[in-house]
């Protein structure tokens, strides 16, 4: 951002560029179609003249305002008896035409506003879902929620405040034209007036830009906290701290309505300003007038008629601009997150089309990997880290809390690349574009299960839109998950709330587990995904998986490790290293090895 005392446009003028490039001719249509309805307002103001000159309150002939009486003129030839019929008729047809021109604007502009702002949504949204997992490890998921429901809305009306800025500064400058028209020397005073008054205000939309970057704060504080709050409800509920986060909620909600009123306290006393203003320039303008111009009565009666119209539009720019300012954070800050998102995004962008996944031929192999989340500190995640992981077998990955375990998968899939070494896959690199396409062929289940919230069936269609109930319910045979949802109210059609909180962790497992196989994956990632099952189920999921062994590549993390004894390999991690690699038995019988004492501590808690 420019320095502090500035007012930072260029994000601004960003996403007026893209208004004018999704609008295209229809913006320039709604300008177009301002200034018509500017001009008829003037021309219907004018046509006054010659009616207020029929009922006798105006001499027409006078030539106190420049072309009346050759408006006036053909006026004479209708007879005596229509003429005031006649001047209503045109006044009446000028005033509905204005009306139904400013209706047709106002629809267009509400359709160029909500298209806008679809456009927004889609553009963020893609972006976000395009950008690599190294840009969501940096940033809190509430952040992203609260760009795509408080800021991108603030932007969209910042854009249209500019617009409607520029619509009322063209309809201010006709009727300026008209009023120096009229009269240069009161309409000069005026503007003088104007202008005086507009460079007092600047300092007012500094302070709404203040009061702005404040809201953007407060509301990113307001979602990110509600957020927490209702992901960790159970720990709320379960330890009696709903009084703590009330007072933390009270406290924001305080800060959130002052952030308000005191903006709306800025528009109200620029508003006062206005009108106050207003009042003692008519009392000075009148004066003056008569006094030392010595302007004729029908002159005047005209000026003040179209400054009366006029100074509101003043008022109005004064009040665009207060609401401009307030919104410019929120350009800033939405501007920000799509370049982060921008440079983040993968090389390959995200098709919905199925087919041509990568199938894993050979397998996975890590040569000399090292990798840590913050390049900025000297702590490393995994470290020189040489592995083979063959095709069509399975390989288990142990180790205790903070080992590695699950940054050495985000690399084996190319959610992450290393920061030294290589992982190839057949031989090949795995860069990030070949990365993507690897993913078309893997499944991957974390010990955090995450499920939508839609019924069963909504939440496997998701990984196989095309896949048949028969084939819903053999991949739920397979993770032992058909018996339960059989015995759900509506079956595959039951709902099962937010984050599934309906079922237990085990069943939310067994589901997920279900989705995964539907894929039919080339390579099944089981990251501590059977942690919440009891010892029947898993062993019954484990059966299943040895029934996969030979058709897909299985790489699982394991934490109880007495349900890996038929790997063919198994990877001990520790601070980031490997320590031992080999079978079960081998490393079960190395009792000085990291694996031997893992065996024991649970064999110990387990007795």
């Known amino acids: 951002m420019k320095g502090e005392g500035k007012l930072d446009v260029a994000p601004v003028f960003f996403y007026l560029k893209k208004l004018r490039a999704f609008a295209g001719p229809k913006l320039y249509a709604n300008l177009a179609g301002t200034i018509v309805v500017s001009m008829l307002e003037g021309i219907g103001i004018f ?194 701290m709903e009084q703590q986060h009330l007072s933390w909620f009270r406290a924001l909600c305080d800060r959130l309505e002052g952030n308000l009123v005191q903006f709306t306290r800025l528009q109200s006393a620029s508003q006062f300003h206005y009108k106050a203003a207003a009042s003692v320039l008519i009392a000075v303008f009148v004066y003056f007038a008569f006094a030392v111009l010595h302007v004729q009565a029908e002159t005047l009666v005209f000026i003040v008629l179209v400054f009366s119209r006029l100074w509101p539009k003043f008022s109005a720019l004064q009040s665009n601009l207060e609401q401009i300012g307030q919104t410019v954070p929120a350009f800033r800050h939405l501007r920000e997150l799509q370049q982060a998102s921008e440079a983040a995004r993968e090389p390959e962008p995200l098709r919905l089309a199925e087919g041509g996944a990568v199938q894993v031929a050979q397998g996975f192999e890590l040569r000399d990997v090292y990798y840590r989340y913050d390049r900025e500190q000297e702590t490393y995640a995994l470290q020189a880290v040489n592995l083979r992981i063959p095709a069509h077998r399975m390989t288990a990955v142990v180790g205790r809390s903070g080992a590695g375990k699950s940054t050495l998968i985000d690399l084996l899939i190319g959610l992450v690349q290393p920061e030294r070494g290589q992982v190839l896959v057949d031989g090949k690199p795995l860069g990030a574009g070949e990365a993507y396409e690897l993913r078309r062929s893997v499944s991957y289940v974390s010990q955090d299960p995450f499920l939508f919230h839609e019924s069963v069936r909504d939440n496997l269609a998701i990984a196989a839109p095309d896949a048949s109930e028969e084939r819903m319910w053999e991949a739920l045979r397979f993770a032992a998950a058909d018996a339960f949802v059989q015995r759900l109210p509506q079956g595959l059609d039951t709902v099962l709330g937010d984050r599934g909180v309906r079922l237990s962790g085990g069943e939310r497992q067994r589901i997920v587990l279900a989705r995964a196989i539907l894929r039919n994956p080339s390579v099944l990632v089981l990251d501590e995904a059977t942690s919440a099952l009891d010892s029947e189920r898993e062993a019954g999921i484990q059966e299943a998986l040895e029934r996969l062994r030979g058709r897909m590549t299985l790489i699982v993390i394991a934490h109880r490790l007495s349900t890996i004894r038929g790997a063919d390999q198994i990877v001990v991690l520790d601070n980031g290293t490997i320590v031992q690699n080999g079978g079960y038995t081998q490393l079960s019988e190395e009792q000085d090895g990291l694996f031997g004492k893992l065996l024991s501590y649970q064999a110990k808690a387990s007795g």
């Not at 027409?60 to 001047?87: F, H, K, N, T, Y």
């Not at 190294?134 to 952040?143: C, N, T, V, Y």
């Not at 957020?227 to 379960?238: L, V």
Request: proline residues 4%; glycine residues 8%; aromatic residues 8%.
């Open 47 to 240: 046509l006054l003249a010659p009616m207020l000159g029929l009922i006798g309150l105006m001499d027409a002939s006078s030539g106190g305002i420049p072309l009346l009486s050759a408006a006036a003129e053909p006026l004479q030839r209708v007879p005596g008896d229509l003429r005031l019929p006649v001047v209503l008729a045109i006044f009446l047809t000028l005033l509905l035409g204005q009306g139904l021109l400013q209706r047709l604007l106002s629809n267009l502009s509400a359709e160029l506003e909500q298209g806008f702002i679809r456009h927004l949504r889609l553009e963020l949204y893609q972006g976000l879902l395009q950008s690599n997992w190294a840009f969501f490890l940096k940033r809190r998921r509430s952040d992203f929620i609260h760009h795509a429901t408080i800021e991108l809305p603030r932007v969209s009306f910042g854009v249209f405040m500019c617009l409607r800025l520029a619509t009322t500064l063209l309809f201010t400058l006709i009727q300026i034209g008209f009023a120096l028209w009229l009269s240069a020397p009161l309409t000069l005073a005026v503007l003088l007036c104007g202008l005086a008054l507009a460079a007092y205000s600047r300092s007012q939309v500094r302070k709404s830009r203040e009061i702005g970057k404040d809201t953007t704060e407060l509301m990113q504080r307001y979602v990110g906290g509600m957020t927490d709050h209702f992901n960790g409800i159970k720990d709320i509920k379960g330890n009696r």
